[in-house]
């Protein structure tokens, strides 16, 4: 079945550093590709989206691009700030449902 | 406005007992669902509603039932709670199903504590 796996963490960063999440996705048909962000204690916002391959998502900063020939969509954000620690979630819809990632942690130091 | 409310933020409630918890969305969607986010942070979809109808039903105990009166709520009810139901509980709605584009928004999360 579809499924999505994304680099594991936690990932620690100083600020101002650039960020790579690494996210790689396995899918029959033509997915769309998701990055989420949780906040402690909140729930998942969307950050951005791509829907068909060679787009790029992009917000606040962050950007993916949608990759068919390397089944990617790597989340990277050139400076990151103290305010970005969060747990990321990569995820793909193939239209019935969701499927996640398992998450990766980012803590970001002054 | 909140778009996804669900409620109780946290329970905590000893095992064996039934507990309900309730989800709104007021977006106009057609498709809600029910996910797990374990203490590990992986999500995993429970339930999925579209219009009313049950869509997906993934592997979950049969203790739990999913309601859906009408297409703005979809409720979770959880009968003989055991310890392993610990988690963190999310309601989402989408637009509809069938189109992969569509964004899932997502509550704030119900926080379940079995003792």
């Known amino acids: 079945g579809d499924s999505v796996t994304q680099m594991e963490g936690p990932v620690t960063l100083s600020e101002e550093a650039f960020l790579t999440i690494n996210c790689t996705y396995t899918a029959t048909g033509y997915p769309s590709l998701f990055w989420y962000v949780q906040y402690p204690g909140e729930g998942l916002q969307l950050l951005l989206k791509a829907t068909k391959a060679d787009d790029k998502g992009s917000n606040k900063g962050f950007e993916a691009t949608y990759r068919k020939e390397t089944t990617s969509f790597h989340l990277e954000k050139g400076s990151v700030q103290v305010s970005d620690s969060a747990v990321y979630f990569c995820a793909l819809s193939g239209g019935n449902d969701m499927r996640f990632g398992a998450g990766t942690r980012l803590t970001v130091k002054p | 406005d909140t778009a996804v409310s669900q409620t109780p933020k946290y329970l905590v409630t000893q095992m064996g007992n039934d507990k309900s918890i309730k989800c709104e969305q007021n977006?106009?969607?057609?498709?809600m669902y029910w996910y797990k986010q374990d203490s590990k942070k992986f999500l995993k979809i429970m339930f999925s509603?579209?219009?009313?109808?049950?869509?997906i039903n993934e592997t979950v105990p049969n203790r739990f039932s999913p309601k859906s009166p009408d297409k703005a709520h979809l409720n979770l009810h959880i009968n003989s709670l055991e310890l392993g139901d610990s988690a963190v509980y999310f309601c989402?709605?989408?637009?509809?199903?069938?189109?992969?584009?569509?964004?899932?928004?997502f509550g704030e999360g119900s926080w379940l504590t079995v003792v």
């Open positions: 977006l106009g969607h057609d498709t």
């Open positions: 509603y579209n219009n009313k109808e049950l869509i």
């Open positions: 989402a709605s989408s637009l509809r199903q069938g189109y992969s584009g569509n964004t899932i928004y």
